[in-house]
Nanobody, 124 residues
């Protein structure tokens, strides 16, 4: 099992930036893929970005391509989501997740371990 703790959320104006961090402990972080998902009230949790265990393969949801960047530092057991040019529609609770086996996926059903989430609010 991997324990995940997100941080870095907050309130930002349209066009601003935030960097989310995900600190992992437990299972060897370098052997897992990592994903970021987000959820708003009344909606299903949706895919945002994912990265494989080596960091060489990344996936993004279409609406965040060119604005968000996913990365990881296996030496620090940490993953990151740099969010630039934020829009009000990016407002959500953002969750870090871990997938065993190291291969990134865009499906939330492939992820076993989840953090508690961090709120991101973008004001217009």
């Amino acid at each position: 099992q991997v324990q995940l703790v997100e941080s870095g959320g907050g309130l930002v104006q349209t066009g601003g930036s935030l960097r989310l961090s995900c600190a992992a402990s437990g299972r060897t972080f370098s052997k897992i893929a990592m994903g970021w998902f987000r959820q708003t009230p009344g909606k299903e949790r949706e895919f945002v970005a994912a990265i494989n265990w080596r960091g060489g393969t990344t996936y993004y949801e279409d609406s965040v391509k060119g604005r968000f960047t996913i990365s990881r530092d296996n030496a620090k057991n940490s993953g990151y989501l740099q969010m630039d040019s934020l829009k009000p529609e990016d407002t959500a609770v953002y969750y870090c997740s871990a997938r065993r086996g190291g291969i990134a996926s865009t499906s939330l059903h492939d992820y076993v371990d989840w953090g508690q989430g961090t709120q991101v609010t973008v004001s217009s």
